[in-house]
């Protein structure tokens, strides 16, 4: 299909929807797409979460996404602010398809959020689709997202829950998820915050936790692959700082801990970030694999 073709809103009905939304009791009527519907042989797992979220769900959802890579597996989510967003650009920097279905037409002059129109046109170039049983030049509403919820949990074949308030769009999605018969994992989040609440709840309640990429694969039914450590070949230095690194760490404090001085560690730690094993956000360093 040509690309002026990829960029057009079309219909589709039924009969050609995808296998998966076909099964859920209360499919929609029509569909528009945009962009390419990944290879349906892929496994579709759904991403959701909180918009306000916090460095932890921000830095889980990147990392949890990020060793996906070089696994059939596209991320299906909502295109909203916040963990949405974040789980569609992490997957395009994995090398992931992705589909985004908003709580609006795809239309652009009504595409919600108008913030994350640069993002959805990255979408479409690099392989996915956006999605949706609205009108494209419908608006958003606030009775929009609940419906476009049920499509996400039908679309996916799991669904990832990081950070969810008690009350919110995301345990409406891993609710339909379930009645769905789909399997629901959740990332276990701290007891002391408002965004965790509803993620520890539906663990409580039997979805399956999940605090690493390799967990995810064996949920997933797939074969794990070498880990990144195995695959790069780091210096005796950067090894030093990885195993340092076991929770984020002032630089510091982890000068202290590898006995390098800040001459030494400071140009360590720029190589290492272009390397994507470490990254540093609030003033804190992270391990990236």
Request: charged share 25%.
């Amino acid at each position: 299909m040509s690309d002026e073709k990829l960029k057009l809103p079309r219909r589709i009905t039924f009969n050609d929807f995808p296998a998966l939304l076909k099964e859920i009791p209360d499919p929609p009527k029509e569909l528009y797409i945009e962009g390419e519907f990944p290879n349906e042989n892929s496994i579709f797992l759904g991403v959701v979460g909180t918009r306000k979220f916090s460095t932890y769900g921000k830095q889980s959802c990147e990392k949890i996404i990020a060793g996906l890579r070089g696994y059939n597996i596209v991320i299906v989510s909502g295109l909203a602010i916040g963990i949405d967003a974040i789980a569609h650009r992490a997957a395009l920097d994995a090398g992931l398809k992705t589909v985004a279905i908003p709580g609006s037409g795809i239309d652009r002059s009504v595409l919600h959020p108008r913030s994350n129109h640069r993002l959805a046109d990255e979408i479409i170039r690099n392989g996915g689709a956006l999605l949706s049983e609205f009108e494209p030049e419908m608006p958003a509403g606030i009775h929009t997202f609940p419906i476009r919820n049920r499509i996400i949990a039908g679309l996916s074949h799991a669904t990832l829950v990081i950070e969810a308030p008690l009350r919110s769009g995301t345990s409406i999605t891993a609710r339909l998820a379930l009645e769905y018969n789909r399997d629901v994992y959740a990332v276990p989040g701290s007891i002391f915050s408002i965004n965790s609440i509803g993620s520890n709840k539906l663990i409580r309640q039997g979805a399956t936790p999940i605090t690493s990429s390799d967990e995810l694969i064996d949920s997933l039914g797939l074969n794990p692959k070498e880990s990144k450590q195995e695959e790069i070949n780091f210096t005796d230095n950067e090894r030093q700082i990885l195993d340092a690194l076991s929770e984020p760490t002032e630089r510091d404090e982890l000068s202290r801990s590898v006995k390098l001085t800040p001459r030494e560690l400071n140009p360590l730690l720029m190589t290492m970030e272009i390397k994507g094993l470490i990254k540093e956000m609030s003033g804190k360093i992270f391990k990236n694999i």
